[in-house]
């Protein structure tokens, strides 16, 4: 009794593959019952003819155009997403430069005025001072 039961649970798990493979067939069964038997054979014979014909099934069929559509929105997304960066970012310079241009101005005024400060300083402060520093 325990080696059929084993034999049964081992045989069910070597054989879960055969199952999928068939199913196409008892699906039409299932439908017949159903009172749609022209309908399930027809869909059975349209599916495995379009198999032998182009090596592949219905949905895969399906499954690739929709990869397909997929792949062209991203596309479309991401050249959107580009130009409006590049946009954003020819915005930021036009409003960086001025600033650029006003630090520069700025920082060449100031360096005159340094430059001048120190022309002033070692004209006017050339004397020796009074008093000697000299330890003796």
């Known amino acids: 009794m325990i080696k ?3 034999f049964l649970l081992l045989s069910s798990f070597f054989l879960a593959g055969c199952f999928a493979q068939s199913m196409t067939l008892v699906g039409s069964g299932a439908g017949a019952s159903q009172g749609r038997l ?12 379009i198999k032998q014909t182009t090596g592949k099934f219905p949905i895969e069929h399906v499954i690739a155009r929709e990869k397909q559509r997929l792949a062209k929105k991203t596309s479309i997304i991401e050249e959107t997403v580009i130009r409006v960066s590049k946009k954003q970012i020819e ?13 520069q101005s700025k920082t ?4 005159k005025g ?3 400060a120190k ?14 520093y000299v330890v003796k």
């Open 4 to 6: 059929k039961n084993l």
């Open 38 to 49: 022209i309908q399930s054979s027809f869909s059975s014979v349209a599916s495995y003819g």
């Open 91 to 103: 915005v930021s310079k036009d409003k960086i430069t001025p600033i650029k241009n006003n630090i």
């Open 108 to 111: 060449k005024k100031l360096t």
């Open 114 to 116: 340094l430059t001048k």
């Open 119 to 132: 022309g002033f300083a070692a004209e006017n402060f050339k004397h020796k001072p009074r008093f000697s």
